[in-house]
Each structure stands twice: as C-alpha cells, then as structure tokens.
C-alpha cells in the first residue's frame, strides 16, 4: 500500500500559486518525499525531493513539517501547463529503491 | 535529468501473441530499473524490479510467466506480454535509477509504451 496520501483534485487559477498537500505519517527518518506528475499519456516526471528541510528548485518548492508528517508540493505561478496529475511518493521501506505510488492529485489549472 | 526512453511507443497486436517493450537508459548506466503498468485513469502498479544480470523481482500477483523481463544490459530492460489477452492492454511505463546522480534515488521515467490487443 502506498504510503502517502493525497486529496483527489484541486483547481487553481492561472498565474497563482498552486499547493498541492500530502499526508505521509508513517514516514521513517531517512526516507525522503519525492514529488512526481504525470501529463497526459505521458511518463511520470521528476520534480523535487526533500528529507526534512524545505527545497526550492526551478520547478517548484517543497514544504515538509517539522515532523515530516506532511508536506506541501508549492507551484509558486501555476500555468496551463501544470495540469497534470501530481504524485507524492515515499519509498515502500529504507534501503529500497521501489516507488508504490498512491492515487495522486490531478491538478487542473483554470484560464 | 537522465533520460529513460522505451521503445515502441504504442503497439496492437492479436489475442494470443507477445509482445516486447524495450527501456534504455540513454545516458547513465542502470542497474536497476522497474515496470509500472497503468490502467486509465488509474495510478501506476508496480509490476516488478529488473535487475542487472539476476531475475527480476515480481510484486505479488503479477505473473512472471506472462511478463517476462530481461536485464542484459547496464542500459537495457525488456518486458515480453506473452500470449498477450485484450485484459493486458494498458500503458507500460519503465523507470531506472542513475546510481550516479540518482544519490537520493529518485527514478527517471521512461515515456511509456501503450498496447492495445485485439
């Protein structure tokens, strides 16, 4: 079972911020959150990874709970692009390297 | 990123024959990688581990009879869907982990592949 979980769908309206959370409260001390989307037809695509301190790349940021309970997926200027459905995934157990994803969040943003 | 690439990118084929999907890793080398199959509007199963010169590792209930996977390579996998039913069809999608820049292991994916059995 996926370790993760997420609210089904979210809008946003063009050129706003787009916060996308996830629930991961069994997550163990060395497991970092890795963050997918999915466009259409298309295979899943990188776009950031934390453990416990927030990250920023070109993409997006990450947000992650003093507790790493959580964590908040931020697309700072959402285009229409960005809709896709977006996946946050925590390793299935410390030393392996299989994803098990959950449902995801499709993201649908609105001109 | 690395790039994963898969190859072909959609197939038909009749009940009853196989079909094989290739994924590469077009500049790292992999000595791991995984096959996913996604139903529509469905997430991502995990299907099994390839791994490098051993036998792939299956998840429970997926058949490793009818998928059969190949890791000759650093930089190749196969999946085979023998005798191949329309209940198979689906979009196959691989992934690697580069050992190089992969040092968190996040996993590059590949396109995906889509097949349609008739």
């Known amino acids: 079972d996926a370790k993760t979980t997420q609210p089904p769908s979210m809008d946003c309206a063009e050129g706003r911020a787009a916060n996308l959370p996830c629930n991961h409260s069994?997550?163990?001390?060395?497991?970092?959150v890795y963050w997918y989307r999915q466009i259409h037809s298309q295979g899943p695509q990188y776009i950031i990874h934390?453990?416990?301190n927030n990250e920023t790349n070109e993409m997006a940021s990450l947000i992650i709970t003093e507790d790493r309970k959580s964590s908040t997926l931020i697309l700072p200027h959402a285009t229409l692009r960005d809709t896709a459905v977006y996946y946050c995934?925590?390793?299935?157990?410390?030393?392996?390297?299989?994803?098990?994803f959950g449902t995801g969040t499709r993201l649908k943003v609105l001109a | 990123g690395a790039v994963v690439s898969q190859h072909p990118s959609w197939v038909i084929c009749k009940s009853g024959t196989s079909v094989k999907i290739e994924c590469r890793s077009l500049?790292?080398?992999?000595?791991?990688m995984f096959w996913y199959r996604q139903f529509p509007k469905q997430s991502l199963m995990l299907m099994a581990t390839?791994?490098?010169?051993?036998?792939?590792?299956?998840e429970q209930g997926v058949e490793k009879d009818k998928f059969l996977i190949n890791h000759a390579s650093l930089t190749l996998s196969t999946l085979t869907v023998t005798s191949a039913h329309p209940e198979d069809s689906s979009f196959y999608i691989c992934?690697?982990?580069?050992?190089?820049?992969?040092?968190?292991?996040?996993?590059?994916f590949g396109p995906g592949t889509r097949l349609t059995v008739l």
């Open positions: 934390g453990l416990k």
């Open positions: 995934i925590v390793r299935v157990a410390p030393g392996t390297y299989k994803y098990i």
């Open positions: 500049d790292f080398q992999a000595t791991t």
């Open positions: 069994t997550i163990s001390g060395n497991e970092y």
């Open positions: 992934s690697a982990r580069d050992p190089g820049t992969g040092i968190h292991n996040e996993q590059f």
């Open positions: 390839s791994n490098e010169g051993s036998k792939a590792t299956y």
